[in-house]
């Protein structure tokens, strides 16, 4: 017990001694979280409890982890080595560290590891102590979240319970954060976070469905204020409608796209939209992007500005040759290139690949999730990959 000799009279009897989860360990002693047979705080969290642990008595219940302020333990007070917690157990348990912590600013809590990350469903708070329901994280280092409200702003509103108190959140107005710019503060139960991600996708999907296909007239785009959630020229794939659209860049509180289908009957305009869609699902190639740019650029001068400003962006720091500079590779000679098994590529339009099987002048690739048949002799004509 992390108490005095002599106060250890005052602990009722049974429980003068009982289990420790070590967490950071100092020269004469360690610093951890004490466990209870009877603690039942967050009982949907499974894994907050470790099995088979020998009681004061010599029984053997499950002990409950405490995340009370850490404590320190003296090395003279410890009685045994008990088990080792599993690896994989670290990382929830590093979460329900940093819930309390950022909840009590400022008592001591220790963690395996710095920064766990997020997942989806959990609350976190900004920098204004706003607090806001996180969605998902965006490959160009932002996170989509959405803000909780304490009154229903619009008819799309989502009602969200959290400590007895009922919050609104709005799919239709996602706000956009870098790591450093939140933090987490609370865990939700699965089936909660469930309910709300299946509440937030129909939502979604009636927007998409009712959203007008519109030009951009309203007002120059400024150059310097455009960003990019994702690399321009990332496909996205709507998951109810199955159509593709081809990411531009953002502004403001808007995206920008080119659904595939006008770029395939040669109409050039830009789609306008307050919702990203799901996953990227590809990428375009440099002669498509290069087209779609400069068709763009010579029939809308409301956004030619910012359309040069995405140019310069994609061959400087996006495309195939950018890539292949970056990482340092030359250009192989073509009849030195042999597929073999195993071998990892990095396709123009699929990205990072590896060859599964061969079977002629054809190549399986697996590319993340999907699986593609490529020409072997045509990639290596055409200059369309490179290997890493």
């Not at 009279?9 to 100092?26: A, C, D, M």
């Not at 995340?67 to 007070?77: K, N, R, T």
Request: glycine letters at 4%.
């Amino acid at each position: 017990m992390p108490v005095e000799e002599e106060d250890l009279r005052w602990i009722p009897s049974g429980h003068e001694k009982r289990p420790y989860l070590v967490v950071k360990v100092g020269e004469d002693g360690f610093w951890g979280y004490p466990m209870s047979t009877s603690h039942k705080k967050y009982p949907f969290d499974k894994k907050m409890f470790c099995k088979n642990l020998y009681g004061s008595n010599g029984v053997v219940k499950d002990s409950y982890i405490l995340f009370f302020p850490s404590v320190y333990i003296p090395e003279d007070h410890v009685l045994y080595f008990d088990s080792k917690l599993p690896k994989q157990w670290e990382h929830a348990i590093d979460r329900r560290i940093l819930c309390q912590k950022h909840q009590h600013f400022y008592q001591q809590y220790f963690t395996f590891h710095s920064n766990p990350g997020f997942e989806v469903g959990d609350l976190v708070k900004n920098k204004t102590g706003q607090l806001c329901f996180f969605y998902k994280k965006l490959s160009g280092g932002k996170n989509e979240v959405f803000l909780m409200c304490h009154k229903r702003t619009t008819d799309l509103s989502i009602m969200i319970s959290f400590r007895k108190h009922h919050f609104w959140i709005d799919p239709s107005d996602p706000k956009f954060y870098e790591e450093n710019e939140i933090f987490l503060f609370s865990i939700m139960q699965k089936n909660e976070v469930n309910e709300i991600i299946s509440s937030i996708q129909k939502v979604i999907k009636k927007i998409t469905k009712s959203l007008l296909i519109k030009e951009i007239n309203e007002e120059n785009i400024i150059p310097e204020k455009i960003s990019f959630l994702y690399e321009p020229g990332t496909v996205f794939e709507d998951i109810n409608s199955k159509e593709t659209y081809i990411y531009f860049f953002s502004y403001k509180e808007f995206h920008y796209f080119l659904p595939d289908s006008w770029y395939e009957n040669d109409r050039f305009s830009l789609y306008e939209s307050k919702l990203l869609f799901n996953s990227p699902v590809a990428s375009v190639s440099d002669y498509e992007m290069k087209t779609m740019l400069a068709r763009l650029k010579s029939v809308h001068g409301k956004y030619y500005l910012a359309l040069k400003k995405v140019e310069k962006e994609y061959w400087e720091k996006y495309s195939f040759s950018s890539l292949q500079k970056e990482k340092g590779m030359e250009e192989h000679s073509p009849a030195s290139l042999k597929p073999k098994i195993n071998m990892k590529i990095v396709h123009e339009s699929f990205g990072e690949g590896v060859i599964q099987k061969i079977d002629g002048d054809h190549v399986l690739v697996l590319f993340g999730n999907d699986t593609k048949t490529l020409n072997w002799k045509f990639l290596v004509d055409h200059h369309k990959f490179y290997i890493l």
